[in-house]
């Protein structure tokens, strides 16, 4: 068996356990079948460390993750802890994991498998075939810039503020991880942005230009405006191949994405750092959709985004391709075979729960490796 690579699987709230137990059943399927082995831990993040450990992560785990070769992340959040001070919040464990990492590109490939094309909202002929990745900058702009608060004015009233700010450095290696990743895919590269309103998206335009010009002549590069290309993605999305962009758009627009597939239960992604001199990454994998506690504990989640997450981790994380697309397979063989969990339920296919789906990826995984 090859040498084990540390894993630290964060479960954390409502499904979250329940999809992170499917991929706990590929690991040891890989164990057995692969030879590709994981030096695994469990900690806690969310509602369950807080109620737990009194924070939404503690330093130990913290410390757990930096140790890490790779963490899997389920799910944070839920109800049961909307009132909670906002520094104590459950996503406050994960902007502090990515805080920390310093996990600064956010991938989130948006890829319609063949026989769920008509559950997307949009026409079969729009979204079929389709397979493009957002490249989103993770650990700056309005979300951690300063100044920031909630003050209270001479009148008594109350005012928000949050400050988008970027700089070169912070564009410049997130267009890089877009453009390298666009080599290997359809050489095309959107940069999106609000140049015409907002200095810090002129400044992201010119950068991501400059970048492309004296870096990566080979790359299509194309710019848009954040409102545009919303629309866009529900107007003609397969003119996408890879898209790249600042924090909050990227939030906004790879959930847009995302539904283009017909479900947040299909949707993988990975959260890269800066390669070490090893070329080592730290590296967070979670899938897309929240903790959905309203089927919490009852078998109903749909596993394959976080199984998909698992495919990243082993592609990006650990340079085991052939194994990450063995997956792949396997999920789109299942899916071939009509299994369907609830929130991707089309006529004539045969429903299963969250345990049932993990079955049958687990014996494609057996067939593939036949």
Same mark, same amino acid.
């Given at each position: 068996?090859?040498?084990?690579?540390?894993?630290?699987?964060?479960?954390?709230?409502?499904?979250?356990?329940?999809?992170?137990?499917?991929?706990?059943?590929?690991?040891?399927?890989?164990?057995?079948?692969?030879?590709?082995?994981?030096?695994?831990?469990?900690?806690?993040?969310?509602?369950?460390?807080?109620?737990?450990?009194?924070?939404?992560?503690?330093?130990?785990?913290?410390?757990?993750?930096?140790?890490?070769?790779?963490?899997?992340?389920?799910?944070?959040?839920?109800?049961?802890?909307?009132?909670?001070?906002?520094?104590?919040?459950?996503?406050?464990?994960?902007?502090?994991?990515?805080?920390?990492?310093?996990?600064?590109?956010?991938?989130?490939?948006?890829?319609?498998?063949?026989?769920?094309?008509?559950?997307?909202?949009?026409?079969?002929? @729009?979204?079929?075939? %389709?397979? /493009? #990745?957002?490249?989103?900058? +993770?650990?700056?702009?309005?979300?951690? *810039?300063?100044? &920031?608060?909630?003050?209270?004015?001479?009148?008594?009233?109350?005012?928000?503020?949050?400050?988008?700010?970027?700089?070169?450095?912070?564009?410049?290696?997130?267009?890089?991880?877009?453009?390298?990743?666009?080599?290997?895919?359809?050489?095309?590269?959107?940069?999106?942005?609000?140049?015409?309103?907002?200095?810090?998206?002129?400044?992201?335009?010119?950068?991501?230009?400059?970048?492309?010009?004296?870096?990566?002549?080979?790359?299509?590069?194309?710019?848009?405006?954040?409102?545009?290309?919303?629309?866009?993605?529900?107007?003609?999305?397969?003119?996408?191949?890879?898209?790249?962009?600042?924090?909050?758009?990227?939030?906004?627009?790879?959930?847009?994405?995302?539904? @283009?597939?017909?479900? %947040?239960? /299909? #949707?993988?992604?990975?959260? +890269?750092?800066?390669?070490?001199?090893? *070329?080592?990454? &730290?590296?967070?994998?979670?899938?897309?959709?929240?903790?959905?506690?309203?089927?919490?504990?009852?078998?109903?989640?749909?596993?394959?985004?976080?199984?998909?997450?698992?495919?990243?981790?082993?592609?990006?994380?650990?340079?085991?391709?052939?194994?990450?697309?063995?997956?792949?397979?396997?999920?789109?063989?299942?899916?071939?075979?009509?299994?369907?969990?609830?929130?991707?339920?089309?006529?004539?296919?045969?429903?299963?729960?969250?345990?049932?789906?993990?079955?049958?990826?687990?014996?494609?995984?057996?067939?593939?490796?036949?």
């Amino acid at each position: 068996m090859a040498a084990n690579k540390k894993l630290l699987i964060l479960a954390g709230d409502g499904i979250g356990p329940e999809v992170m137990r499917e991929v706990g059943r590929l690991i040891d399927w890989f164990a057995r079948r692969r030879a590709v082995g994981f030096d695994v831990s469990q900690g806690l993040v969310g509602g369950c460390a807080y109620d737990k450990e009194g924070v939404p992560l503690t330093d130990a785990t913290m410390a757990a993750a930096m140790a890490a070769d790779a963490v899997l992340l389920g799910a944070v959040g839920g109800p049961k802890w909307d009132n909670l001070p906002f520094e104590k919040k459950p996503e406050r464990g994960l902007l502090r994991l990515r805080k920390d990492m310093e996990l600064f590109a956010n991938l989130r490939p948006a890829i319609v498998f063949g026989p769920l094309a008509d559950a997307s909202t949009l026409k079969r002929e @729009l979204v079929e075939g %389709l397979d /493009m #990745l957002i490249v989103r900058e +993770l650990t700056g702009g309005v979300y951690f *810039g300063s100044p &920031r608060g909630i003050e209270t004015l001479p009148d008594g009233t109350r005012r928000g503020i949050n400050t988008q700010v970027y700089t070169t450095p912070e564009i410049d290696r997130v267009a890089r991880v877009a453009f390298d990743l666009a080599r290997l895919r359809g050489k095309r590269v959107c940069s999106v942005e609000k140049a015409n309103v907002m200095e810090s998206g002129l400044l992201w335009r010119e950068e991501v230009q400059k970048l492309r010009d004296a870096s990566y002549s080979d790359i299509d590069l194309s710019h848009m405006y954040a409102d545009n290309c919303a629309m866009q993605l529900v107007r003609q999305p397969k003119q996408f191949d890879v898209i790249v962009t600042d924090n909050l758009f990227g939030d906004l627009l790879s959930d847009c994405a995302a539904m @283009l597939t017909g479900s %947040l239960g /299909m #949707l993988p992604s990975a959260s +890269l750092g800066a390669a070490d001199a090893t *070329g080592r990454r &730290r590296a967070l994998y979670e899938p897309v959709h929240g903790s959905a506690p309203d089927i919490a504990g009852k078998d109903l989640a749909n596993p394959l985004a976080t199984i998909l997450s698992f495919a990243m981790m082993l592609r990006y994380s650990f340079d085991l391709g052939e194994d990450a697309t063995l997956v792949e397979k396997a999920v789109a063989a299942a899916l071939d075979r009509g299994y369907r969990t609830g929130d991707i339920m089309t006529p004539g296919a045969t429903r299963v729960s969250t345990t049932g789906m993990g079955d049958a990826v687990l014996k494609e995984l057996d067939r593939l490796a036949a």
